[in-house]
């Protein structure tokens, strides 16, 4: 996400939610010790089992970001990824970012409040009349996967309610409604610049999303690396961000590349470093400089040209046509490798 649209005032936090530390000696081995709560479903992979190679798919934050995201626009977005190529080429995920949530129309607590009745997170009725577990049955019946997106805080980077003190609840409303993908952002988390706190908090979500039974592909999204993610993300979901926030520019996208290649060992099947969304449409960030999320093996998230062109004021006309990048995983030559861009 870009940090220009998130200048929204944070909300008041309750205390942070305690699970076993990581300790000294295992942050100093770049590992997170074991727990058993966690199922070990592959000799390949800590958390679930899932996303052994890079997701591939669609992000509406950077086409669309907070104001514009509807139902109508969401199916013709699937239907054109069902259409143009790009579900064949592997592109599966149709993934809301912020403010699918109730209460994006309101300012202050009531923005927050808004987002959730008699303890549960509702879509927003206006621009999401059907609701999510109907859209999510949208996106399957077209051959895709349906991602969501919250934060571990009181509340997501538009100030709309998200999941802290809700995990369970909401992990198995999610579970309920379909989603195949979830991302867990960081913000208004009230964290401190500690590895330890950032785990124990993402643990309490993840694990809740992995009690559900059902399969998700979870992306932690600390892009404020305060966290040092990379240490202890692996046992908790399948990428985590290695860099900030990427913007509409060949230079953003080369710098976070170059960034991310730094911590390419801890990368593997079911576990990906991430350099944030793709700016395919952007500014300078185009079709033929996007070769660096293949060759690291990164999740591709891309959000604009390749299935829209136009602006919210131009009604999102949807066309495009598939780029087929990073559908293949070679463990030894996309770890080794270092980018050319």
């Known amino acids: 996400m870009s940090r220009s649209r998130r200048t929204l005032p944070g909300l008041l936090l309750a205390a942070v939610c305690v699970a076993s530390p990581i300790t000294p000696a295992a942050i100093a081995q770049n590992a997170a010790p074991p727990h058993p709560g966690i199922p070990k479903k592959g000799d390949i992979d800590y958390y679930n089992g899932l996303g052994l190679t890079p997701t591939m798919g669609f992000s509406t934050w950077n086409g669309y970001g907070c104001p514009w995201i509807t139902e109508d626009l969401i199916k013709a977005t699937a239907r054109a990824m069902a259409t143009n190529g790009m579900r064949e080429a592997g592109y599966l995920f149709v993934n809301l970012d912020d403010c699918w949530q109730a209460g994006r129309d309101k300012q202050g607590l009531s923005r927050n409040l808004a987002g959730r009745v008699n303890g549960h997170l509702i879509a927003d009725p206006v621009w999401f ?95 404020t690396r305060g966290g040092q993610a990379w240490l202890w993300a692996p046992q908790l979901g399948n990428n985590w961000r290695t860099t900030g926030d990427i913007s509409g520019s060949y230079m953003s996208m080369r710098n976070n590349v170059i960034a991310d290649q730094a911590y390419r060992e801890f990368a593997g099947p079911g576990h990906f470093n991430n350099a944030d969304m793709m700016e395919i449409g952007n500014a300078g960030h185009d079709a033929t400089n996007s070769g660096g999320y293949s060759s690291l093996a990164a999740p591709v998230a891309f959000g604009d040209t390749v299935i829209q062109v136009t602006s919210p004021m131009m009604q999102h006309n949807i066309v495009g046509a598939p780029i087929r990048i990073g559908s293949v995983w070679n463990s030894s030559a996309n770890r080794d490798r270092k980018s050319v861009v």
């Open 129 to 223: 009349p059907s609701g999510m577990k109907a859209l999510g049955d949208y996106i399957h019946s077209l051959g895709l996967k349906f991602g969501l997106y919250s934060t571990h805080g009181s509340s997501t980077c538009q100030n709309v309610m998200a999941d802290f003190g809700y995990e369970v609840v909401d992990a198995r409303d999610y579970a309920s409604w379909g989603v195949d993908f979830f991302k867990i952002d960081t913000c208004n988390g009230g964290l401190p610049g500690d590895p330890n706190a950032f785990y124990n908090r993402y643990k309490v979500l993840t694990d809740a999303l992995l009690a559900t039974g059902r399969d998700i592909v979870v992306e932690i999204c600390d892009f």
